[in-house]
């Protein structure tokens, strides 16, 4: 292990000591006191050879006979409990940091920007959250007990060698240094491995999901075989990487086995000469040649807690990864959420406005200037990809604009908190997102207060009391991962009574309808005029029909705004509205011919 690794492990160590151990120092020290216990009490086991073997097995000892069972029965009682108490105080600790970090983790994510979500795939936080926490918390939870206990085990074993022969005592320790540089390598190997093992497990984590939450699409192209040949390689690999990982971690404890086969061969030649010799008693030499076998023990688990740590240490690079992650987009410390009354009315005005994406040159948007006037609904319009999405989701603040300005009532976004900021609009997207829980649950979701009048009138100002009516369990009924039991349909109208709930003063509307049949559409262009009552809303749909009466409609192209106006202007005006237009309902008039 270089010094730039040792000094990584070194502060990672310190990091993980400070911030998750330190504050159980109260159970981490009476954990320690139990440590000292063990092995003061092995030490003694070792060193009460000498007069098991002299006093009583030679010098036929009557008393001695009697009282060394009793002291060794005690010790025992004494060991047990220090080895219990020891033990549930560390594993405290130990599930605690894994809490600790997990929590820490997930607050921190959660808060990242939509740019560093859409740049790593969830498996890959996932596996960071589960893999990772748990081997670091295997690792620390083995560091802290077994070098400590092993430690100190060690240390008492070697005062009772020197106690009975400081000359052997330092002929057997010799093999210890011979030992260092073999472990040292086995641990750098074995830290590179444990990283690429983790990486694997995020790939086989995010492909895992994307193949269950694809299953229609798998079935419906009979691409099982293809996505089962794909997850064999992900589980291949992590296999590959996991045996390699136990070859090179089963070498340190046959080479303890040979080199400590080496020293107590050597010990038992030279000590058993003493005793013929009569340079020293069968008593000393046994137990000193018990301390010896006992001393062993520990350093091997020494050996191989090197190996554990490495790994360990693997994941904690990972897992501070995340937690060092800070966001770009950052939040007033003062925000100024005073100077805007929700009930006056309050302009949205963009300025000058520029975007583009991290580690892209590209520009998405170029120079928009656009004011929307309380009470307005504006029509975003054009073709796929040029921004419209994209400028709508800077309203919010889940990007920050590459250069112009963003206010409302003259205040720039930027100077109000996320809460006040976010509360001030509701968006219903067509990629609607549903949790795995109940109806209500997901209405509600995001709605600081509400009664169930507020859910009744909601649900019914969307359209969606029909069908949950009809449903066993009514508002209770669970709508599975991403609402798979519920129609594309039901799904929007479960959003869109979601904005109902909020109550929000400003409505960002996403092809609100893009996954309606025709029969549905009404019901919730229906729904959208009541949502759109005494509200300012910014409005993208790629159906014209319901946008056409809106008062105005901004024409975008290539990240621009082209042309603004209203239906009739804009289709004398506008080539691209017009041919926009023309499409859609030329495609209408054709299915009637059709059927006609």
Same mark, same amino acid.
């Not at 050879?49 to 006979?65: A, C, G, H, S, Y």
């Not at 047990?80 to 105080?89: E, M, R, T």
């Given at each position: 292990m270089n010094n730039k690794t040792k000094k990584k492990t070194f502060n990672l160590l310190k990091r993980l000591f400070l911030d998750y151990v330190k504050k159980h120092k109260f159970k981490l020290t009476l954990s320690i006191i139990c440590m000292v216990i063990v092995a003061a009490a092995?030490?003694?086991?070792?060193?009460?050879?000498?007069?098991?073997?002299?006093?009583?097995?030679?010098?036929?000892?009557?008393?001695?006979?009697?009282?060394?069972?009793?002291?060794?029965?005690? $010790?025992? &009682? @004494? +060991?047990? /409990?220090?080895?219990?108490?020891?033990? =549930?105080?560390?594993? !405290?600790?130990?599930?605690?940091?894994?809490?600790?970090?997990?929590?820490?983790?997930?607050?921190?994510?959660?808060?990242?920007?939509?740019?560093?979500?859409?740049?790593?795939?969830?498996?890959?936080?996932?596996?960071?959250?589960?893999?990772?926490?748990?081997?670091?918390?295997?690792?620390?939870?083995?560091?802290? $007990?077994? &070098? @400590? +206990?092993? /430690?100190?085990?060690?240390?008492?074993? =070697?005062?009772?060698? !020197?106690?009975?022969?400081?000359?052997?005592?330092?002929?057997?320790?010799?093999?210890?240094?011979?030992?260092?540089?073999?472990?040292?390598?086995?641990?750098?190997?074995?830290?590179?491995?444990?990283?690429?093992?983790?990486?694997?497990?995020?790939?086989?984590?995010?492909?895992?999901?994307?193949?269950?939450?694809? $299953?229609?699409? @798998? +079935?419906? /192209?009979n691409s099982e075989n293809f996505e089962s040949n794909k997850i064999e390689k992900e589980i291949q690999n992590i296999f590959d990487l996991t045996y390699k990982s136990t070859k090179v971690n089963s070498i340190a404890r046959p080479l303890m086995e040979i080199l400590s086969g080496l020293a107590i061969g050597g010990i038992i030649f030279i000590g058993g000469s003493q005793v013929i010799l009569d340079q020293t008693t069968p008593g000393t030499f046994f137990s000193f040649l018990t301390a010896l076998l006992m001393a062993y023990q520990p350093v091997k688990s020494l050996a191989s807690l090197n190996a554990t740590l490495q790994i360990a240490m693997a994941s904690a690079e990972r897992v501070f990864e995340i937690l060092d992650q800070k966001p770009l987009i950052k939040e007033v410390k003062v925000p100024s959420d005073q100077f805007i009354n929700l009930k006056s009315k309050n302009n949205l005005k963009i300025s000058k406005l520029s975007f583009r994406y991290q580690n892209s040159t590209k520009f998405v948007l170029k120079n928009?200037?656009?004011?929307?006037?309380?009470?307005?609904?504006?029509?975003?319009?054009?073709?796929?990809?040029?921004?419209?999405?994209?400028?709508?989701?800077?309203?919010?603040?889940?990007?920050?604009?590459?250069?112009?300005?963003?206010?409302?009532?003259?205040?720039?976004?930027?100077?109000?908190?996320?809460?006040?900021?976010?509360?001030?609009?509701?968006?219903?997207?067509?990629?609607?997102?549903?949790?795995?829980?109940?109806?209500?649950?997901?209405?509600?979701?995001?709605?600081?207060?509400?009664?169930?009048?507020?859910?009744?009138?909601?649900?019914?100002?969307?359209?969606?009391?029909?069908?949950?009516?009809?449903?066993?369990?009514?508002?209770?009924?669970?709508?599975?991962?991403?609402?798979?039991?519920?129609?594309?349909?039901?799904?929007?109208?479960?959003?869109?009574?979601?904005?109902?709930?909020?109550?929000?003063?400003?409505?960002?509307?996403?092809e609100a309808t893009s996954s309606l049949d025709s029969k549905s559409e009404k019901k919730i262009q229906d729904s959208i005029t009541k949502l759109l009552s005494n509200k300012t809303a910014l409005i993208i749909a790629h159906r014209l029909s319901t946008v056409m009466d809106a008062d105005r409609i901004v024409i975008m192209n290539n990240g621009e705004i082209i042309d603004i106006g209203k239906h009739k202007s804009l289709m004398k005006s506008s080539k691209i509205y017009r041919h926009l237009h023309d499409l859609q309902f030329k495609r209408k008039d054709d299915k009637k011919i059709i059927k006609t």
């Open positions: 092995t030490a003694i086991n070792a060193w009460m050879m000498q007069p098991v073997l002299d006093e009583i097995f030679i010098n036929k000892n009557q008393t001695l006979i009697i009282l060394i069972p009793i002291a060794i029965i005690f $010790i025992a &009682i @004494i +060991k047990g /409990f220090a080895s219990y108490f020891q033990s =549930i105080l560390m594993s !405290f600790i130990g599930y605690k940091l894994v809490a600790d970090i997990q929590n820490e983790m997930f607050n921190s994510a959660i808060k990242f920007d939509l740019a560093y979500h859409s740049q790593i795939n969830s498996g890959t936080i996932v596996s960071r959250f589960i893999a990772d926490v748990g081997a670091l918390s295997r690792g620390v939870h083995n560091v802290i $007990i077994n &070098i @400590i +206990k092993d /430690f100190l085990t060690f240390i008492f074993l =070697i005062g009772v060698m !020197f106690y009975h022969d400081t000359k052997l005592a330092f002929m057997a320790l010799l093999v210890f240094p011979v030992a260092i540089y073999p472990i040292r390598r086995i641990g750098k190997r074995l830290r590179k491995i444990s990283k690429n093992t983790q990486i694997g497990f995020g790939q086989l984590t995010s492909k895992l999901s994307e193949s269950f939450s694809a $299953i229609k699409t @798998i +079935k419906a /192209f928009i200037n656009l004011e929307i006037f309380s009470g307005e609904r504006i029509a975003l319009v054009g073709y796929s990809g040029v921004g419209k999405t994209t400028l709508m989701n800077l309203l919010p603040r889940f990007f920050d604009p590459s250069k112009g300005e963003i206010e409302i009532s003259g205040t720039d976004i930027k100077k109000l908190s996320f809460g006040f900021l976010r509360n001030y609009f509701s968006m219903v997207s067509q990629d609607i997102v549903l949790f795995d829980e109940t109806i209500k649950y997901n209405i509600c979701y995001g709605a600081k207060k509400y009664n169930d009048n507020d859910l009744k009138v909601a649900s019914k100002k969307a359209n969606c009391d029909e069908f949950i009516n009809k449903l066993p369990n009514s508002f209770n009924e669970l709508v599975g991962e991403n609402g798979t039991r519920l129609s594309g349909g039901q799904k929007q109208r479960i959003a869109i009574a979601r904005a109902f709930i909020r109550n929000s003063p400003f409505l960002l509307l996403d």
